[in-house]
């Protein structure tokens, strides 16, 4: 009897843990971007700056047609599994903060739609497995609400495996649409921000949108472990 509950147990026991959220991700990103900013403002690469205008006011002369062949790339691009923050950085880069989080938030959730659609469409549940092994998950989504697709947003897994864990789930339309755009917003702000720094003429203001971006980063990380910690709390009782 001792030796079947064993064997039972083992394969809990093999289980990997579940990958979770490093903050040194956070520390690597923001140096990266600080090494961008020194090599373009303080290295003979300086002269660069100027292409990189150029570059900008040639995206700029395409005006709104610029933005929707942007906005239908990401959006597909996105939908096809590539890193969401990524695309928020090359849009701040391109089209400045305002215009890139308009585009990036805009493409996010046509993409996460499209999947969310598509699986529901198909009927394919197969991501149903992976939500009943997830206790924070099944606590969370039990409510149905804008607030719950928030959440879920801030758990660390991709996007494609979140857009697909809420298809199976009983969430309507309207609350995945608004919970998926407000749990996007604060990475979104903070690559975007980021991105649009590279390549500022100024150097004062390109150092400021960066410690920006780094302080909502930081913000946004202790807001978003606290959900988590409260979430495993809860699912625990």
Known sequence: MTSASNDSAAPEAAKPPAAGFSPWRLVI????MALVIVV???SPLQSWLGNIKRLKEQVAAHGPMGWLLFAAAATVLTAAGFPRLAV???????FGFKT???LTQASSLTAAYAVFLFVRWTGIHGAADRLASHRA?????????PWAVFVVRQLPMHGMVTNALLAVTKVRHRDFLIGSFFGFLPYAVVATLAGSGVGKQSTAMAWLQLGCACSIAVAS???VL????RLDLEAKR
């Open 100 to 102: 890139g989080i308009c």
């Open 29 to 32: 990103v923001a140096c990266v």
């Open 88 to 94: 928020c950085g090359i849009a701040g880069f391109l």
């Open 137 to 145: 998950l099944k606590a969370v989504l039990h409510a149905h609400s």
């Open 221 to 223: 990380t202790f807001a």
């Open 40 to 42: 373009l403002h303080y």
């Open 226 to 229: 606290s959900i988590r910690r």
